[in-house]
């Protein structure tokens, strides 16, 4: 750990790290104030605090699903650190449209006609930047690292994005969306000027030219990628994970509204204690497998994780909420008698799950060559964003068909040994040597 913790001194990696950090710390905290708004303070209606959940997911995840080939043919035949500068440029306008939305919000006016499609549009353009940069964070690292600190890398990749998505979502639960407004906006220029210190990544290969043709290169993409056995298994292992991720995401605000009755800052604690538990899990994996690439505690990970979410849903079902109408302060929540088993078992759920996706990503990187990590990363996202949009269109199909999103959980859960099942095969496979890259 020792070890990994050094690269934070090194400039060919600190740069990225704080890069990445920024601007996982403002999506959340763009994407959390106003969602938390208008599930709390325009909606009063579960289902259409759901369904407008669910909009705000699907809408950022939707540019992943179109444009990740595209951007993983760039970062394979462009200077990565060129692109990083152009989508980080990019992002400070971005956040001016949706800091516009906010204070206009906040002010009451047009706020359905006028400030919500501000914000949607401004976390769809975010969803573009995130597509273009997702591919980056994980190919650059085997381009600038050792072979021997890719996974000690992806580790505090993972973990410092998931701080950073910690702080956002706390921070989005507990400022008002004026001063969210002014500080998503100071936060772009921030990472742009951070970005802009990351060094040279030229291309590893040669460049053939860009098709910019989305749905055709996705399609070659995801096949190009899919018919290799290790590929496919760990790509289906994380889609698995990322269903379930989206599933309790979406869940997530309604389910402390009506079902804990406890107010904003309560569900951002959720969203907290979930990035707390994947930053601990980033870091315990890495400790175990002492900076070795492998699968073999990711079935008996994602194990964990379905029994914790098996709890967490058992407690929720016997929650006793507050009957005077009125929703319970974060002091009061914490109060409750089964507060800490619930955070115990959402911290389970995480932590398990940090554990699980963390060696599966550095995987990905690692048993391909250099020249092709971003293509991997990028048919990656289009099947997790897939797979997410498709735990997003079935959580808002059973809401509109009365199934109680406490209920939900139990979804989520009997998706878990399917995703052991698939790390299981995974783990045989490279045992038996099919993982090594000719």
């Not at 048919?379 to 997790?384: D, E, F, L, Q, W």
Request: aromatic share 10%.
């Amino acid at each position: 750990m020792q070890a990994s913790v050094r690269l934070l001194t090194k400039r060919r990696f600190l740069p990225l790290f704080v890069t990445q950090l920024l601007g996982a710390f403002n999506d959340n905290l763009f994407k959390n104030a106003m969602v938390l708004f208008v599930v709390y303070s325009v909606y009063n209606d579960e289902k259409a605090e759901t369904w407008f959940s669910a909009i705000a997911t699907g809408i950022f995840i939707l540019p992943f699903f179109l444009l990740s080939a595209l951007s993983g043919q760039l970062a394979d035949q462009r200077d990565k650190a060129r692109i990083i500068r152009i989508v980080k440029a990019a992002e400070i306008g971005i956040m001016t449209v949706g800091a516009i939305g906010l204070a206009l919000a906040w002010m009451g006016i047009t706020i359905h006609s006028i400030a919500i499609p501000l914000m949607l549009l401004a976390l769809f353009a975010m969803g573009i930047h995130s597509t273009f940069f997702g591919p980056i964070k994980y190919a650059i690292l085997p381009q600038h690292l050792h072979d021997d600190e890719v996974l000690g890398g992806t580790g505090l990749v993972e973990a410092g994005t998931y701080i950073a998505i910690l702080a956002g979502t706390i921070l989005a639960g507990l400022i008002s969306v004026e001063v969210a407004a002014a500080v998503v906006i100071m936060t772009a220029i921030v990472g742009y000027l951070t970005g802009r210190e990351v060094p040279p990544a030229p291309p590893m290969g040669r460049c053939d030219p860009v098709d910019y043709h989305f749905i055709r290169a996705s399609i070659k993409l995801v096949k190009g990628t899919m018919h290799v056995p290790r590929l496919y298994l760990a790509i289906l292992s994380i889609s698995f994970f990322w269903t379930i991720g989206s599933i309790l995401f979406i869940q997530f605000p309604p389910l402390v509204k009506n079902v804990l009755t406890a107010d904003k800052a309560v569900a951002s604690l959720f969203l907290a204690i979930f990035s707390i538990g994947i930053a601990i899990g980033s870091v315990a994996i890495n400790r175990l497998l002492k900076g070795d690439v492998s699968a073999k505690y990711a079935p008996a990970s994602v194990i964990g994780m379905g029994v914790c979410l098996m709890g967490f849903h058992f407690v929720c079902a016997n929650w006793a909420g507050a009957t005077d109408g009125q929703l319970l302060s974060l002091a009061d929540f914490l109060k409750h008698p089964d507060a800490w088993e619930l955070t115990g078992a959402l911290l389970g759920v995480a932590t398990f799950g940090g554990m699980f996706v963390v060696p599966l990503y550095a995987f990905l990187t690692t048993t391909v060559e250099k020249c092709e990590a971003a293509r991997t990363i990028a048919a990656n996202n289009i099947v997790n964003s897939g797979a997410m949009v498709i735990g997003s269109l079935v959580a808002v199909g059973l809401t509109m068909l009365g199934l109680a999103p406490v209920n939900q959980l139990l979804l989520a859960a009997a998706l878990c040994p399917i995703s052991a099942w698939l790390a299981w095969r995974l783990h045989s496979a490279c045992r038996d040597g099919q993982c090594i890259v000719h």
